[in-house]
């Protein structure tokens, strides 16, 4: 196993050239492999590769319609699309409560708040961290990825 803190690009090219040296190695990563584009790099190279990532938030039915709209443009909300929709859905109803945008009227107006967004209902804990599930392994087999299931 090989671990990379990188991005997909510099990773896609450590697997390639690990396959054309004959290395079996399993190249193990973080969410920066969640885009198709690592796939792009790797071709079958890239098959068995790891990363770690949350639940894909395309899945969660509170977020259909704005995957729907994304998907009628050709987007796929993939990797942190999602999550920066969900981050503006925070600052909006965060701004809405305190009836300001400056920093200071938005802090105290997010603590003790739980936000409806596209990731699902969360709030931020007594450390500012959110309060959504944590991560799940992901796979890349056959052009895709998907969750580890055993």
Same mark, same amino acid.
């Given at each position: 196993? %090989?671990?990379? $803190?990188?991005?997909?690009?510099? +990773?896609?090219?450590?697997? #390639?050239?690990? #396959?054309?040296? $004959?290395?079996?190695?399993?190249?193990? /990563?973080?969410?920066? *492999?969640?885009?198709?584009?690592?796939?792009?790099?790797? =071709?079958?190279? =890239?098959?068995?590769? %790891?990363?770690?990532? /949350?639940?894909?938030?395309? #899945?969660?039915? &509170?977020?259909?319609?704005?995957?729907? #709209?994304?998907?009628?443009?050709?987007?796929?909300?993939?990797?942190?699309?999602?999550?920066?929709?969900?981050? *503006?859905?925070?600052?909006?109803? +965060?701004?809405?409560? +305190? =009836?300001?945008?400056?920093?200071?009227? *938005?802090?105290?107006?997010?603590?003790?708040?739980?936000? +409806?967004? &596209? %990731?699902?209902?969360?709030?931020?804990?007594?450390?500012?961290?959110?309060? %959504?599930? $944590?991560?799940?392994?992901?796979?890349?087999?056959? =052009?895709?990825?998907?969750?580890?299931?055993?």
């Amino acid at each position: 196993m %090989l671990y990379v $803190g990188g991005y997909h690009t510099e +990773a896609g090219l450590i697997t #390639r050239q690990m #396959r054309q040296q $004959g290395m079996k190695t399993v190249l193990v /990563s973080g969410d920066a *492999l969640v885009t198709d584009e690592y796939w792009q790099i790797t =071709g079958k190279d =890239g098959e068995g590769t %790891l990363m770690t990532f /949350s639940p894909d938030p395309r #899945r969660n039915p &509170v977020a259909k319609p704005v995957v729907d #709209r994304f998907r009628a443009k050709n987007i796929d909300p993939e990797g942190y699309v999602l999550y920066t929709y969900a981050a *503006l859905q925070v600052f909006a109803q +965060a701004a809405t409560k +305190a =009836g300001k945008t400056d920093f200071k009227s *938005l802090l105290p107006a997010m603590k003790n708040t739980k936000f +409806a967004t &596209v %990731l699902g209902d969360f709030a931020f804990d007594a450390k500012g961290d959110v309060t %959504l599930p $944590g991560y799940v392994f992901y796979e890349w087999k056959n =052009g895709k990825y998907d969750y580890v299931t055993n």
